[in-house]
């Protein structure tokens, strides 16, 4: 009788991923699927707090791969532990704030710790849906040893989309695994992942066109910068990456932004904050709630209201009424007149 | 058989599902736990985790 062997899968919830784990199952290898949430993993329900957004459907893809393939999925809080990855990527950035080869090595260096810690489970392999050319950074011919050798992986590391153009791991030379029903996919084309998922009857996969990451969008790239750039320190919170992906962001002084809601949908997200933050509404028409990141002052209530009105339907009134909300004060309300589209300067926009 | 309640509300999803998960790790058969979101997406979440982790045990 043969013993059955057992491997972990880095579950992106990406159609790469939902492969690997399939051609090892069908190898007859037991898989159970890891997830790690560094707050910057783009989902359906970020995306579903926008109106346009509602009808998607809204599902974590870790989940729905998991289920797919009938695996055990653990979700892994990395938040804290990202920060380190993020600020400190000893292989640099990508296009934008992505540092997606340390990325890559510090989540499979987690896989590796998750094995060591959970010995009694005994998983002897890692897999990974990593193809050879895919990602200009991370998913080079010259970097898969690098996140081999730098994870502590080293020859339990499988690819099962590359594999026959990589050197032959412990379980292919142990026979765990028979590396001839493995596969060289390489390059960027989609094609041959998408003929394999018709294959195993793999339909309504997510494909991203970013990745599964925020940090590759230049957007939000862009307001992470203007951020550690206005606090002069790169420290963030929770808090701090949730919001750059809501609302229209306008910094009017360098002391403070504007978190504008473009919709009713962002408008109730935001409503969460009201009691930590300073919020603005516009009370005699219609229009979003905007929240306050930073140092505001009460002399600048005039401008920040001016610009809040700017994005509500009062904006070609002579006069609109707005409540000013600080934490722990009584609302201020202000007649104001809106600011013009010339009067909100292109520069505030971050 | 003790009750607990998790307070998941502001949070978005995976969170609600992680801390969730973390805290059954804690309960012994036959506990009751109550986890409060604001997210729609725990409500398909939630059990979708359940069906895959729970009912293996």
Known sequence: MTTKHKAIALISGGLDSLLAVRVMQEQGIEVEGINFYTGFCVEGHTHAIRNHDKDKQKRNNALWAAEQLGIKLHIVDVIEEYKDVLLNPKHGYGTNMNPCLDCKIFMVGKAVQWITENRKDGFDFIITGEVIGQRPMSQRKQTMPIVAKESGAEDILVRPLCAKNLPATKPELEGWIDREKMYDFNGRTRKPQMALAAKYGFTDYPMPAGGCCFLTDKNYSDKLVDLWDARGTREYEMDDIMLLKVGRHIRPKPEFKLIIARDAGESKYLEGYRKQFVTIQVVSHNGPLTMVDGDIKPEDFELAAGVVARYGQGRDSEKVEVHISVPGEDVRIMSIKPLSVEQVNEDWHV | ?57
Do not use: H
């Open chain 2, 1 to 57: 058989m003790s009750e607990y309640e998790l307070d998941a509300r502001r949070m978005l999803c995976p969170m609600p599902v992680i801390k969730t998960q973390n805290k059954v790790k804690e309960l012994a058969v036959g506990d009751i736990l109550s986890v409060i979101c604001t997210d729609p997406g725990a409500l398909s979440d939630i059990p979708a985790w359940q069906g895959l982790m729970v009912t293996r045990f």
